[in-house]
C-alpha cells in the first residue's frame, strides 16, 4: 500500500486528484494540506467527494505528511519548494505538476531532488506527453524549412503564462531542432516588428472561460502545414498520469524524473 498525501485539496485538480487516487485499491490517502485560512481547514478531506475518510484538511506539510511516502503537489512555486525541503529533510518522495517556478526556483529545485526522487512535469496527461516527443521528432525531420508556433489555451483563472506545457513543447521543438530555447523563443508580437526571424518559436497565449487546457503544436511551411492538437476535455486525464507517477515511484533512487521515465517513452 502507498501512503499518499495531497497538497492543495481543495483545488479543482486537488480534488480530481483525490477522486483518482481513491479509486486505487493500492493507494491509501494519509493526509492533505490547503492554505492558512481556508474555509474547509480541520474538516473530513472526505467531504469534497461525498465521503468519509478519517483524514482531516491540514494547513501545514508537517502534519499532512508525517506518515506519507508520497506527497503529491499542484500548489505554486514558493509552496512547491516549501514543500519539497520537507521531503529532503524527511525522506519523502514527490509527484509535483506545479507551473510557473523561475529560474532560480527551478535550480533550488532541482537541489533539493538530490535527495529524494521526485517526478516533475508541467502536464501529466498522457497524450499531452507523447505530443512532446511526437513534436521534437517532426521538428528534427522538418528541420529550418518549417516556422514553429505554438497556441495555448486555459481558462480565465490559471494564473501563468505562458503554460509550462507550451514552455515544455517549445523546448522539446528546439532540442529536435538542435537550437537554444531560450534565444529564440518569441511570447509576444505588436506593432511593426519586422519580418519573422529564422528558427524563431512564437508561442501564444489565450485566456478565457472554464478551458481545461488546448495546446496546438504548427509546423508551418511553403504551400503546407502539420498541426498537432491537444484537447483536454477534464481535468481527470492529468489525475490519471498523476496515479500513474505515484504507483511507478517507490524504490527509484533520488533525482528528478519526467512522465517521459514514468511512461516508458524513451
Not at 6 to 24: A, E, Y
Amino acid at each position: 500500500m502507498i501512503k499518499v498525501s495531497i497538497t492543495g485539496v481543495c483545488g479543482k485538480m486537488g480534488r480530481s486528484i483525490l477522486s483518482t487516487l481513491l479509486n486505487d485499491n493500492d493507494i491509501e490517502l494519509v493526509g492533505a494540506t490547503e492554505l492558512k485560512g481556508h474555509e474547509l481547514i480541520g474538516t473530513d478531506v472526505g467531504s469534497l467527494v461525498g465521503s468519509t475518510l478519517g483524514v482531516s484538511i491540514a494547513d501545514s506539510i508537517e502534519g499532512a505528511a508525517a506518515k506519507s511516502d508520497i506527497i503529491v503537489d499542484f500548489t505554486s512555486p514558493a509552496s512547491s519548494i516549501s514543500n519539497a525541503k520537507f521531503a529532503a529533510d524527511n525522506s519523502k518522495s514527490m509527484v509535483i505538476g506545479t507551473t510557473g517556478f523561475d529560474k532560480d526556483q527551478e535550480e533550488e529545485l532541482r537541489s533539493l531532488a538530490e535527495g529524494f526522487p521526485c517526478v516533475i512535469s508541467p502536464n501529466m496527461s498522457i497524450g499531452v506527453n507523447v505530443l512532446f516527443e511526437v513534436s521534437k521528432k517532426i521538428a528534427a525531420l522538418l528541420g529550418n524549412d518549417f516556422d514553429v508556433e505554438i497556441v495555448e489555451a486555459h481558462h480565465r483563472n490559471k494564473v501563468d503564462a505562458p503554460s509550462g506545457t507550451a514552455l515544455k513543447l517549445g523546448r522539446s521543438v528546439a532540442e529536435g531542432l538542435g537550437i537554444d530555447f531560450e534565444k529564440y523563443s518569441r511570447f509576444e508580437r505588436h506593432g511593426a516588428i519586422g519580418k519573422r526571424k529564422p528558427d524563431e518559436i512564437g508561442i501564444q497565449t489565450v485566456r478565457g472561460g472554464d478551458v481545461v487546457g488546448d495546446h496546438t503544436v504548427m509546423f508551418l511551411g511553403q504551400g503546407e502545414r502539420i498541426e498537432f492538437t491537444h484537447r483536454a476535455h477534464s481535468r481527470e486525464n492529468f489525475s490519471k498520469g498523476v496515479l500513474r507517477a505515484v504507483k511507478w515511484l517507490p524504490g527509484k533512487s533520488p533525482g528528478i524524473y519526467s512522465m517521459k521515465e514514468v511512461l516508458g517513452i524513451l
